[in-house]
T-cell receptor
Framework: ETGVTQTPRHLVMGMTNKKSLKCEQH?????MYWYKQSAKKPLELMFVYNFKEQTENNSVPSRFSPECPNSSHLFLHLHTLQPEDSALYLCASSQELAETQYFGPGTRLLVL | AQTVTQSQPEMSVQEAETVTLSCTYD???????LFWYKQPPSRQMILVIRQEAYKQQNATENRFSVNFQKAAKSFSLKISDSQLGDAAMYFC???????????FGRGTSLIVHP
């Protein structure tokens, strides 16, 4: 279960704060993903990167800003979030796009 | 648009017994993949089993097996000899062939009683 790691595991932030979530994969994969998991809702795909290039932005508000400096690292920069953004944010990676995705443990975010 | 339905929000099973989690999906595609993921309380989502639509043989991974009924668009997960460690949320997912965007169901919470 250490193939995809995420930090921090828990985060509490105010609506005016700026914070970043980090994801790192040790699997040699080329594609990385951000998902949002809210209670009683299906997983929502947010962003997709392939070879460091963003290939998907699923109509995500601009207060979420992804960054992929290399194929092993993915960040999600957060600023001026809303309480409804509180959720579990999951990172995943796959060898190539359209291949099986492997997930990290997630960051539990609470916006006050 | 594809949809994935897990009609059982919660299921219970006695340790060592067998339980089946249901999943149905809606698609007009012929080339697709189906997945079951397990998310234990620690929250790391783990792939349990994967099925290619073109394969008639049901996928099996140790105590986990699927009943893939393509015509009925049904993809149930059977867990045999249930163990306490099987307690988790189970998510069914669909992905069209050539697409990298999966569609997930809402999940089924499995409780295992000792």
């Amino acid at each position: 279960e250490t193939g995809v790691t995420q930090t921090p595991r828990h985060l509490v932030m105010g609506m005016t704060n700026k914070k970043s979530l980090k994801c790192e994969q040790h699997l040699g994969h080329n594609a990385m993903y951000w998902y949002k998991q809210s209670a009683k809702k299906p997983l929502e795909l947010m962003f997709v990167y392939n070879f460091k290039e963003q290939t998907e932005n699923n109509s995500v508000p601009s207060r979420f800003s992804p960054e992929c400096p290399n194929s092993s690292h993915l960040f999600l920069h957060l600023h001026t979030l809303q309480p409804e953004d509180s959720a579990l944010y999951l990172c995943a990676s796959s060898q190539e796009l359209a291949e099986t995705q492997y997930f990290g443990p997630g960051t539990r975010l609470l916006v006050l | 648009a594809q949809t994935v339905t897990q009609s059982q929000p919660e299921m219970s099973v006695q340790e060592a017994e067998t339980v089946t989690l249901s999943c149905t999906y809606d698609t007009s595609e012929s080339d697709y993949y189906l997945f079951w993921y397990k998310q234990p309380p620690s929250r790391q989502m783990i792939l349990v089993i994967r099925q290619e639509a073109y394969k008639q043989q049901n996928a099996t991974e140790n105590r986990f097996s699927v009943n893939f009924q393509k015509a009925a668009k049904s993809f149930s997960l059977k867990i045999s000899d249930s163990q306490l460690g099987d307690a988790a949320m189970y998510f069914c997912a669909y992905r069209r062939g050539g697409s990298y965007i999966p569609t997930f169901g809402r999940g089924t919470s499995l409780i295992v009683h000792p």
